[in-house]
Every structure is written in structure tokens, then in C-alpha cells.
């Protein structure tokens, strides 16, 4: 699959912007006009520019305004065509993208519209330029694909086609399986655009909100495997208008885009597969003139096999771990690292931090089939490679950086849930004094961990998650907080072996002169363990000193007031911190420790099919986690 | 009128939120349910805060999907009613807002609900407690206010009256005049917002969207003055769901909230007044028992005195205007000033900065009839006063600082458009070697000046020069530049007199370890003088050598593509890098001028009845500064 992406979906200079693709990998590019309008390079600079980084010029967008307007409009309108040809003839470039006209139509004729297309398409033809006319989910008069195309078949002319774009063919919930009738030599280019389902008016949904393929809710697999059906095997190109992605680093966005057109590469062809195309033969979708490269398989992980939390100072998690039950396996026999576990629940603790950084999640190591399967498909899919330092007789890790540089280590599962690699620890190590240790018989696992995603960052983290871990996003949810609405994300695992959280904060802002201002740390993140018996161990980490969050009196009367609660259980829950939710599947338990550093624990118990995360309860933990931070910082 | 504001609308702690609040002078609040839920303060510390503040608590909210359910269900709701009244009592509180049914409703049936509604209103007589039933624009089978009244009517009990929320009302366009048939006591509670008019679902419009009276485009003095003429006396209090405002500083927002509602109490009496009700005499507005407080009288500014840029460096600065063809008028008698001018167009270089402080746009002076008048409404409108030291015999600047922290000076306007502080500068200076003195012949004005707002205050900027200026928010532009879409917002007196854009500027994210990271400068502004010759101004601005904004060559080849120009005049705009634009109404000649600081000028010739900035032009702008920005960078 040839793949391209529109300048318009980057963020800096036009020189910038071809840098960048190149960098990411990209066959081709759109010219977007305004990005040469304003560019101090020449076409000519351009031209050369393309070609010594190997970047084809392959669509010149947008020509607006062109059809459906009376004669002297139509004729000023061929004058500016022709100005656009001959500067794409200096470009060396020869396809054109012309929009349905939204602006300037007033004649709502489709011979007359013919007509006019079919003269821009003898002039094009004079200067070697093929035009591709796309209809917008906005035009005036034609905005069905369909429409579109059904012109360009009644002009007739080797240098009219069409352009079809994802986003103005599922914005309007249009069918894609006609595309298949269109003749390959009539699609002159395809746009893709993912989004997410919004109900707004479909302009600003367009110039704002649209996403990579993966980041979004449209079908986009199926309508790449109708346009490989047509036979069209010309570029795939993005474009994306996204109000994040235009204020983010170009290099960064350019390697998310193509990312993006990697997996949907893969998700297409599995499409066909599932549709009945090539039943057990992958070698049979050839028949398509669209090459659809394949990746290194990936199936969800089994299971969280650690996490890890780095800081040089790690007094106060020590104490908290073992507060919290935890037991202390040893240090690594050769890193500065101790090893904690619960069951199969394992924290590291990594000690070779930069000095004074407080406790911090580093890592995530995850249970899968293959480490070296799912890190070729990882790199394959553009993840930056982590490099580990290890000795002859360890286990190699597979690591990988997510969006957020939190490392991510694709680890051997096993199926009793254990890990080899804990062999590598044992030197002992003493206990603070006045520290019990915990009974070992507690089972836990980790049953989810929540990250905090910087703003420009949260959409390919949605991403690679999807892509390189086959974990599934849910729909998400905002939470309100006194600093803000967190948006939350949830992905995971059909099984729910894995979840993981992703949050999107906000960042207050306070005026100088206040207290406390620029002392609050960064957003606060968590693992979170799952028992049997959240009242157990609850009762046994009180008895070794743990510092719980403190739940305020009212959250217990209006849980009462919601659920009219046994009195018994409100008040053991009362007690002891305890949070509760209930939906129609089941009832959930959690409480959370204070936090060290920028991390802190949850402890939960899910009882029956309880399948959420408490979601209820979270502006009570973000109420009383940013009253305790903007104590700390008073007393600072 | 009393004053009244929900918690929800604020950031913070229920304890920061209420004290925030107190300080900006509201009569009330209302408590939003999460935010004492969330608290670690018990219901009677509460109570003792709010008295201690002399803050009432006017109305406890929400309380959700009561009605319209089985009989089953409604037992439930209302032991879950009888403990949220037993709370309400701690805390002193006697009203509560219950919402239209939007979860659990499943009968539709006007009867069952007033019936269900009535058992309401007798649980809460035993209480002490009113319930005001308000109408959600969303409500499943009540989403009309006149509904929510005659279901009120047909209970006709004297704990159930009715909540009006002009949001629920405007945004789904209901008729506002019906309100006055409504008896006042049962009107129970009156909430206002405001929105900008946007076409999306009203459920995420409402939850995200609102912003406070004056900043958005609903016409509340119409509301206003519809609930006044029914005779309501009660609170009118400000419930406004904004992701913004939830992350802004508390202070802050909370005194924008309540300039909001002292400009909503003046525009809801003018509304009245010109409605007929009190023709020429204001103290007849008495006859509605809403007392409805006057302001200082304001009339749109009759035009810019004189624009101030603040540095302790002045050099560069002083060489551009020279450049540009400003006359050095002398340094100010007594202070470290220096003006200078252009026929009515005055610059004050304002040396007293703190070190190395790069030039920035610190100061506009604006001429108004009566400087007191228009400081007093300024400081009612809780504008915070700027200091200015003056000597006996200097002229008393009024002046208050913008939401941006740009200070405002209300001056004496001249008919003849002179000032007479001008008189306290003279003290000579030597011109820099080599700068020739320029003709001070050619007549020039401030045009506009173009500011950058911070996020999180630029809705409150509106308000502010809407409020305390009269100045009139135009719809706004989205711009892209390299790093993002730049939000602008004109704001202008009827005559044009004063244009102000006010700019949101994208902070572009890049990451650690590429070049030029956190070297960008904060966004640029600058200040547009309009003159009747630009050529004639450019060429002799040429011949000085002063240092034009590059236009790329590109540019003109698109300009002459959009408007066929004559090759001479497109020679001479390309000769003296001018921009060109046009419209139905007339045409636009403008260039920029390098950047010093944060400051750069641009010089602009209207022609014809020519109305814009030339905004087909700010993406070269852009784009050419962030070029010029970022090669400044490299080479540092």
C-alpha cells in the first residue's frame, strides 16, 4: 500500500513538515496550498526537496468553489485552474484534488455540472494534470460519493476521477459497499480520516475533531477493503484536521499518522480475510492490485506480569508496600533493584534513578505468547525500542516506550502466572525496624494501572495500545475533579486479564501571588491490586500503620442515601476507607493509599460481574488526593 | 438583585470555592451535591463558614429522576428525597432543585406525575423544604419549562414551585415571554448562563460549553427582563458547566462571575426600559419587586489615545519606529518615557521595566467622555485599579488592568483627536547616528491592536471589554499557523473608532532534545496604525531601511491566482512585501514589521468601505514569523 499524508495534519513549516514524513517513512505527501503559500521555499525548492528525501508530490489540494456556477464565475474559475496547473507543472506534480463547490453554487444542474467538469478536464488534460473531484459532506449541491462519481462517469475524460475521503463518506453514514462499482481507473486518489462519533455539525467535526485510523470510531477497515475490492492501487493518504495534532511536535505526530496507516494496512486485510475473500490462502489477496503488508502477529495479553515504580529515595514505597501486605523478595542479584510481590502481583522497585526523583511508574511488563513476535510487531509499528542493560544469565526483555515514555516490557507468560525471572532476586535484605512482616498468603494480582497522558499525546497512546498490545478501547468518560474534568479512557483485554486506564489531566492554572502556586506536582498515577477479601486485607494493612486515603463522613450518607446500606457493613466500610459501587452485575470495594512521589495504590475487590472502576467514586479520590497535595504544599 | 452562584461553576475545594465567593461579593451559593459529598467538611461546618462569610446558601442541587416512574421506584426515590431534606437541615438550607427525569422515567403521564410530584412536595413540607422542579432541555418526557409549570399548577402546593435555568430555555429556543404568566411564588429559583450558539447535542453543549452573562450569544436582558416583569424576587444565580472555568483559578473566575451578572442586572433594566416599561423615568422600574442596580453610564470609546510598549531596551524598538516614520516627541518631564507619534497615533516607549525586559505591549490608552465616569463603572465592574504615580501638575491617568494584565488607561479625548498630557514630554533627545528625521506629515491613527490572551482568561476578556469598554464582540476567526489554529476574536466600537483583536494563541508542544525547545517566545502582538498612502508609506519606510516582514514570492503568485491584479500593482506589492485583500466592499493594503521582543507593527490602508484585518493574509504572517522566530533560536 502506497501511503501519503497531507501537509495540513502537521504542525510547523512545509520544510518541516516533508522532514518529518520523511523521517516517519511516508511514500508520498499531499501539498496542502496554504502550506506553500506561506513558504519561503520556491516550487521549485520544493520539487527538489521531494525528491532528495524521496517524498513523492502526489495530490496538490484544495481547488475550491470550481462547478455548478454561471458562466462568468466558470470562466474566472478556469483562469485560477490554470494558474493551480502550470504551478503544479513547476512542482512536477499532476493530480489535483477539486472540491464540491460549497461557497459559490447556485445552479443546480448535473448536465451543466458536467459540462463545467469536463472543460476543467480539457484544460487539465493541456497542461498533463488529472483532476480529482471529491465530493464534501458539506457541498451545496453534491455530497454523496456516489454523486461524485456518477459525473465523472458522464464527463467520460481520462483526466477526470474521483477522490474518495473516509471522512465525508462515514460522517454521513454513507454505504461503502458501492465503491466497489466505481472502476479502478476512475479513483484518482483515496483520503482516510478516522473520528470519533460525534453529534455536532459536520464542518467543525471535519476541521477539528478527526483523528488517525485507529484513534476514532468509523469503520475504517471495511471501507479500505471495498476500495482494494474496486481495484485501486494508488496512494492511501491521511488527512486530518485536528486542532491537537496541528500544536504537536511534527515528528512525533508524523510517526503516530503513520503508524496509524500500519495497522490499518493490517486491520484491512483482515477485513477481506474475515469477509470471505481469501479463505485460507493470504497469499491469494494478490489479486488485488493493492498490496496490503502484513505484520507479526499479536493476541492480547495474559496478564500484567509486573509494574515497575523507579525513584532513588525509596524509603516511604518500602513502607507503604509493606504496610499494604506486600512481601519483600530480595534485591536483583546484580541492579539496583528490589523485587515486592502479593501473589502475582509484582512491583519493582528500580533504584537507579536520577538522584532525588521521587517514586514514579517506569514500566509495565506485560504476559505475552511471544516477547520477540509482539516486539517485532511493536517496531514494525514505529514503538522506540528500549534498551536494557543485561547480564549473560538473565531474561531479556523485550521493551518497548509508549506515548508517555513509560517502558513497556512484553514478557514470557507462564501458565501459573509466575515469572521466571524473580530467580533473579533474592539477596536479603533488612526489614525498617518496626515493620511486620506480612503474611505471605494474601493472592493478588494487578487488576489495572492508571497512567496520566500529556494533552498532545493522548490520542496515539490510544493507538499504540490498540496497534502494538491488541488491547481494546471502551467509550470514554470525564470525571470532574477540583482542578478540572479528567477524561478517562479505559483499554483492555476482551478477557480482562489487562486493564489499563489511561487519563487525560488537566492542568490548573493559578494566578502568581497565590499559594502554593507552581508546587503542585504532576497528575497523580496508580496500580491497583485486586483481592478475595478487600475487608481482610484492609483490617490486616490498618494493623501495620498504613496511611489510607482518608474518605470524608459525607461520602458514607450519601452512599447510604444511594444504596440504603446494610448499617453493619456502612460501617466497617466507614472504618476503614473503604469506597463501594454497585451496578446490575456485581459490587466493587476499593481504597486507596496516600501517595509517595507522584504514585499511590488501590486495593479492590470485585464481587459478582462488577466490570467498572468505580467511576462514582473518583471525584471523592481526586477531591481529597488534591486537598492533601495543596496541604503538603503549604506546609512546604 | 441578589447575586447567587452554583459550586460547580468554580475550581477548588468546596472550602476554596465558598470563600472565593465571598471575596467577589456574592449575596449566595448554591451548594452542587458532589462538591460537599467530595468535602472533608461536615454539613454543620458548612453552615458556620457560609455565615461566618455572610454567604446564603440559597439552594442545594441536584437531586435527579424522581418522577415519571413505578410505584416501586418512587418509594425508593423518596426515602433517598427524605435523607437529602434531613442533610438540607444540618446545613440550614430550605430549597432544593429537582430535575425532569432523564434516567429512570418510563411512564409517561401527566396526572402520575403531578400525583408522584405532590407525595414530592408533602415529604418536604414536613422538612421545611421547597422543591423547585426544573425543566432539562434533555428531560425524557418534561423538557419544557411551560411544562414543568403546569405540572407545578396542576400540584398547586406551597413546597413546589418551579426553577427557570435560562440555558434549558434558550438552547432549545423556547419563547421567553410565557414566563411572565407564571405567579411569582411559584417561581422558586431563577438560574442564568450563557452560550455561544453552537450546533451539537445540547446535552455536551450544556455540560461543556457554558460560559458566564456576556460571553456567549443568548439573549439573557430578554430573559431578565421577562422573570422581572412576573415579579420574581428571588436569586438569580449563575450555574455554568465550563471545562475552562473548572480549571481556572478560583478568584479569578469567581470575580468574572460576578461581573457577569452586575452587567447582566444593568442590561436586563435597559431592556426594560426599552421595552416600554419605564419610559423616562428609572425610578419607576421600582414597580418590580427585583430590584435592579444601575451602573455608571458608558459609551463606546471614541478612539485610541495611545498605545504603550514597556522595556528597559529600547534601541531596537526605537530604530523601528524611526523607520517606520514616528516623530520622537522628547521623554516625559519627570518619568523615564519617551513618546512618539505619527499625526494622531502616539507610542510611549516606557523605559521604567524591570532588566532586560524585551519590548511587550504594557498599556492602552483609550479617549472616553468622562474618564471618572467610565473608572467607576470599570471599578463596579471590579476591574482592579492600576496605580500610576503622577507629580501635582501631570495629568491623572484612570486606569485598570485587563484580564491579560494589560493596563487600560480612560483618557480625556480631544475633538481635534490631540491629547493634552503630550505638553508634559519635550525634554530633547539625540536621534541614533545615522536615522534620519522623518516628515512628520503623514497622518496616521492607531488602526487596532491585536493582544494574546491566556486560555484560561479569554472568555473573561470578552466580558471585561464588553462590560467595562462597550466594545462589541464580533463573531470569531480560527487562523492556522505552524503551531496551531489561532482563535481571534475582534471586539470594535459601531464606528470602528477602536477595533481590538484579541488573540488565543496555541502553545506548541515540542519535545525534549530537538532544537530550539523552550526558547519560542510567548506569542507576539502587536499594534496596526492606518495611514492614506501605503505605498507612499512603505517606500519612504523602504528608504530609511527599515526591516519589513518577508513575504514570500509564493504568496503573490496565489494572490494574483485569487484577484487577476494588474502586473504593475502586484510588482509594487511584491517590490515592498505589502499584503493585499478584498472584498464586496473595498480593499485592504498592509505590512508587517520585524519582531523586537514580543512587538511588532503593522502599518494598514483601508480603502473603500473595506470592514476586515485581512485574514486571508494572517496564516503568511504567521507562518513567516514562526520561521524568523525559529532561526533566531537556532542561532542563539
Same mark, same amino acid.
Given at each position: 500500500m502506497r501511503t501519503g499524508i497531507a501537509t495540513v495534519c502537521l504542525s510547523g513549516t512545509l520544510k518541516e513538515k516533508m522532514q518529518a514524513c520523511a523521517i516517519a517513512g511516508f511514500d508520498g505527501i499531499e501539498i496542502f496550498e496554504q502550506d506553500l503559500v506561506t513558504s519561503s521555499l520556491s516550487p521549485e525548492d520544493v520539487?527538489?526537496?521531494?525528491?532528495?528525501?524521496?517524498?513523492?508530490?502526489?495530490?496538490?489540494?484544495?481547488?475550491?468553489?470550481?462547478?455548478? &456556477?454561471?458562466?462568468?464565475?466558470?470562466?474566472?474559475?478556469?483562469?485560477?485552474?490554470?494558474?493551480?496547473?502550470?504551478?503544479?507543472?513547476?512542482?512536477?506534480?499532476?493530480?489535483?484534488?477539486?472540491?464540491?463547490?460549497?461557497?459559490?453554487?447556485?445552479?443546480?444542474?448535473?448536465?451543466?455540472?458536467?459540462?463545467?467538469?469536463?472543460?476543467?478536464?480539457?484544460?487539465?488534460?493541456?497542461?498533463?494534470?488529472?483532476?480529482?473531484?471529491?465530493?464534501?459532506?458539506?457541498?451545496?449541491?453534491?455530497?454523496?460519493y456516489e454523486h461524485a462519481h456518477r459525473l465523472v462517469d458522464a464527463v467520460d475524460h481520462p483526466n477526470l476521477g474521483t477522490c474518495l475521503d473516509s471522512f465525508h463518506i462515514l460522517s454521513r453514514d454513507w454505504d461503502t459497499a458501492p465503491i466497489e462499482a466505481i472502476k479502478p481507473e476512475k479513483i =484518482?486518489?483515496?483520503?482516510?480520516?478516522?473520528?470519533?462519533?460525534?453529534?455536532?455539525? &459536520?464542518?467543525?467535526?471535519?476541521?477539528?475533531?478527526?483523528?488517525?485510523?485507529?484513534?476514532?470510531? =468509523?469503520?475504517?477497515?471495511?471501507?479500505?477493503?471495498?476500495?482494494?475490492?474496486?481495484?485501486?492501487?494508488?496512494?492511501?493518504?491521511?488527512?486530518?484536521?485536528?486542532?491537537?495534532?496541528?500544536?504537536?511536535?511534527?515528528?512525533?505526530?508524523? &510517526?503516530d499518522a503513520m503508524r496509524s496507516l500500519i495497522w490499518l494496512e493490517e486491520q484491512s486485510a483482515k477485513w477481506l480475510d474475515a469477509n470471505g475473500d481469501v479463505p485460507d490462502n493470504a497469499a491469494n489477496r494478490r489479486r488485488y492490485p493493492m498490496e496490503l503488508a502484513t505484520l507479526p502477529k499479536v493476541a492480547e495479553p495474559a496478564g500484567f506480569n509486573f509494574a515497575e515504580v523507579k525513584t532513588d529515595e525509596p524509603a516511604q514505597l518500602e513502607t507503604l508496600l509493606g504496610r499494604l501486605g506486600f512481601e519483600f523478595d530480595g534485591r536483583h542479584r546484580t541492579k539496583d533493584v528490589q523485587l515486592w510481590s502479593m501473589g502475582q502481583a509484582r512491583v519493582i522497585i528500580n533504584e537507579q534513578a536520577p538522584s532525588h526523583s521521587e517514586p514514579a511508574i517506569a514500566?509495565?511488563?506485560?504476559?505475552?505468547?511471544?516477547?520477540?513476535?509482539?516486539?517485532?510487531?511493536?517496531?514494525?509499528?514505529?514503538?522506540?525500542?528500549?534498551?536494557?542493560?543485561?547480564?549473560?544469565?538473565?531474561?531479556? =526483555?523485550?521493551?518497548?516506550?509508549?506515548?508517555?515514555?513509560?517502558?513497556?516490557?512484553?514478557?514470557?507468560?507462564?501458565?501459573?502466572?509466575?515469572?521466571?525471572?524473580?530467580?533473579?532476586?533474592?539477596?536479603?535484605?533488612?526489614?525498617?525496624?518496626?515493620?511486620?512482616?506480612?503474611?505471605?498468603?494474601t493472592q493478588a494480582v494487578i487488576d489495572h494501572v492508571n497512567l496520566a497522558q500529556p494533552w498532545q499525546h493522548?490520542?496515539?497512546? &490510544?493507538?499504540?495500545?490498540?496497534?502494538?498490545?491488541?488491547?481494546?478501547?471502551?467509550?470514554?468518560?470525564?470525571?470532574p475533579s477540583p482542578s478540572g474534568l479528567v477524561r478517562s479512557q479505559v483499554m483492555q483485554t476482551a478477557d480482562r486479564a489487562v486493564r489499563l486506564v489511561l487519563n487525560l489531566a488537566p492542568v490548573i492554572q493559578q494566578e502568581p501571588g497565590r499559594q502554593g502556586v507552581g508546587q503542585r506536582k504532576s497528575y497523580q498515577e496508580h496500580i491497583a491490586f485486586a483481592v478475595?477479601?478487600?475487608?481482610?486485607?484492609?483490617?490486616?494493612?490498618?494493623?501495620?500503620?498504613?496511611?489510607?486515603?482518608?474518605?470524608?463522613?459525607?461520602?458514607?450518607?450519601?452512599?447510604?442515601?444511594?444504596?440504603?446500606?446494610?448499617?453493619?457493613?456502612?460501617?466497617?466500610?466507614?472504618?476503614?476507607?473503604?469506597?463501594?459501587?454497585?451496578?446490575?452485575?456485581?459490587?466493587?470495594l476499593h481504597f486507596y493509599t496516600a501517595t509517595v512521589g507522584s504514585v499511590f495504590f488501590e486495593m479492590v475487590e470485585r464481587r459478582g460481574n462488577y466490570d467498572g472502576y468505580g467511576a462514582p467514586n473518583a471525584p471523592v479520590r481526586h477531591a481529597v488526593q488534591y486537598d492533601s497535595l495543596h496541604a503538603q504544599n503549604l506546609h512546604r
Open positions: 520539487r527538489k526537496m521531494a525528491a532528495d528525501l524521496g517524498l513523492g508530490l502526489d495530490l496538490y489540494q484544495p481547488f475550491r468553489d470550481f462547478d455548478s &456556477v454561471p458562466e462568468n464565475i466558470l470562466r474566472e474559475n478556469l483562469r485560477r485552474a490554470d494558474t493551480k496547473f502550470k504551478l503544479m507543472s513547476r512542482l512536477g506534480m499532476d493530480t489535483i484534488l477539486v472540491c464540491t463547490n460549497v461557497g459559490t453554487a447556485t445552479i443546480d444542474d448535473d448536465e451543466l455540472r458536467a459540462e463545467q467538469l469536463g472543460r476543467l478536464a480539457e484544460l487539465a488534460e493541456n497542461h498533463g494534470v488529472k483532476v480529482a473531484y471529491e465530493a464534501l459532506a458539506w457541498g451545496k449541491y453534491v455530497s454523496d =484518482f486518489f483515496v483520503q482516510v480520516a478516522d473520528a470519533p462519533k460525534l453529534a455536532m455539525d &459536520v464542518l467543525s467535526w471535519s476541521r477539528h475533531y478527526r483523528v488517525f485510523p485507529g484513534e476514532g470510531q =468509523f469503520e475504517l477497515a471495511k471501507f479500505m477493503g471495498h476500495v482494494a475490492r474496486a481495484g485501486y492501487s494508488g496512494p492511501v493518504s491521511l488527512e486530518i484536521f485536528n486542532d491537537v495534532f496541528r500544536q504537536s511536535d511534527v515528528e512525533r505526530t508524523a &510517526v514500566a509495565l511488563g506485560f504476559d505475552v505468547d511471544s516477547p520477540v513476535i509482539a516486539s517485532a510487531r511493536a517496531q514494525q509499528l514505529k514503538a522506540p525500542v528500549v534498551p536494557r542493560k543485561v547480564q549473560a544469565d538473565e531474561e531479556v =526483555f523485550q521493551g518497548i516506550a509508549a506515548p508517555d515514555s513509560t517502558e513497556i516490557f512484553l514478557c514470557q507468560g507462564s501458565p501459573d502466572g509466575t515469572a521466571a525471572w524473580t530467580s533473579e532476586f533474592g539477596q536479603s535484605r533488612e526489614f525498617g525496624e518496626g515493620l511486620e512482616h506480612p503474611s505471605s498468603e493522548f490520542d496515539e497512546a &490510544v493507538l499504540f495500545y490498540t496497534s502494538a498490545l491488541a488491547l481494546e478501547p471502551q467509550p470514554f468518560a470525564e470525571v478475595d477479601d478487600l475487608v481482610a486485607t484492609a483490617r490486616a494493612a490498618k494493623g501495620r500503620g498504613l496511611e489510607f486515603l482518608q474518605i470524608p463522613a459525607n461520602y458514607y450518607e450519601d452512599l447510604d442515601a444511594r444504596f440504603a446500606l446494610d448499617p453493619v457493613f456502612l460501617s466497617t466500610l466507614k472504618e476503614l476507607n473503604l469506597l463501594y459501587d454497585r451496578d446490575a452485575n456485581g459490587e466493587f
